[in-house]
């Protein structure tokens, strides 16, 4: 990563790297010992989280034995990621953009609205010498499966197909959910909200002007929800390529070294060079920025993530001579755009209009145009079936406020269920808690995983939660 920032940047973003890294020590160590099973967001999380002080102390201590005068990174913690850029002197252009690249890859937002602590968690992790990409065996989904088995081992139960139409509530009190058939499903103790605060305001019977719908007896808790959630704006939405093309239409993948792998889960190796006859092999993902002037990162599609699972993983694809290849713009595909193919009535008649199916067309010209810049002018022609989805697709599928990528602003800094209270799962209804990415710590897999646990925890109680990391600790880990 250095040398590749030295050689693309030059010498004044390599060494302005080093000194940014060093700024960041602090902040990583505390990341990297900041145990996710500890959290919680109510004042009992000075006893969970209160267990790692000694461990966060020593690897403060070592990160500061070297340079005293870092110890003033420790506040920024809870700041945006732009304070530590700042504070380490960051002005180097290419080093400047490269830094608001990863925020708007890691959030959506640039670094003045990314979480120096998330940033922190990526320093940590690029910068062990056994770092390496994980991916799961069998996709995303294997993931999923693998969560569904254990919670349903735990005693849980999972119910598909069963969408929420309310959250029901009675004098500023959660008390179940009505799903969309008409049945009702009351809770023994909480309603905890995964979706976005804009659509649990929906689901609460609230609007974003403010006004809950009639509901005289919730008004003042529905309506601080609408006010909190309405200070926060969405960011923008998606556009996928979802893509087949035959396997001799790409570079080779090299499944031999990543079955390799799978037999020593960390053995590091590099996708490029190891291809089969000197020749590249196919990466499991690439990164095209149609624009790299300043202040241009987070522009309309200007930054393309293309993934290959099947570069590593050939069963993510019913059939080993064909690769599943997904190009997509995150955070950067305005549903302004798509607003008006919407039908009066909300439902979905726009997918088979005619200006839908241009207006796709005209859209993912872009993605095809990072494709091209990656594997030639003639990629669209190789391509053997596609479906491209917008941001109306994303609002119908994932139920999606507007689509929305994710929120506009840092949750670590704001809560959005409750503007009074400190960012965490709480919310304006007593008995409702919520996680998810409108939540501390925000965007990513991880910072979910976070949310989801401390929202688990909340509800738990802290007697719980402190047997819980007992029982973690005697099976090895360090919480």
Known sequence: ????????????????????????????????????????????????????????????????????????????????????????????PFLTRLMNLECFVISGCLADQTAAAAMAYLFAERSREDAVYDYPQGGAMALCEALKNAAERRGAKIHLKSPVARIKHVDGVASGVELTDGREVEAKRAVITGVSAWDTLKLLGGQLDNSSSGDSNLSTEVDALAAAAGAVPPLDSFLHLHAVIPADALPPANHELAEACLDSPHRAFDAPGAGPNGTDALNIHYLHVRDWSDGVVDSPLNVVNVSIPTALDPSASTDRNMHVLHAYGAANESFSLYESELPADGSAKYASSSSYQELKAQRKAYLYDSLRAIFGPDIEQRVAHEWVGTPLTQRRFVNRFRGAYAAGRDVTRVNMFDASKAPGADTSLQNLFACGDCVSPGVGVPAAVASGIAAANRVSGVGKHLSLLNELSEMGYSV
């Open 1 to 92: 990563y250095d040398n590749a920032v030295r050689e693309m940047g030059g010498e004044s973003a390599y060494q302005q790297l080093k000194t940014l890294r060093r700024a960041m020590e602090p902040l990583a160590r505390v990341a990297e010992v900041t145990p996710f099973a500890a959290l919680r967001s109510d004042a009992a999380a000075a006893l969970t989280i209160g267990r790692s002080v000694p461990r966060m102390s020593a690897a403060i201590a070592r990160a500061l034995a070297a340079d005293p005068s870092q110890a003033a990174a420790l506040p920024e913690l809870a700041e945006g990621f732009d304070a530590t850029m700042r504070r380490a002197g960051v002005t180097d």
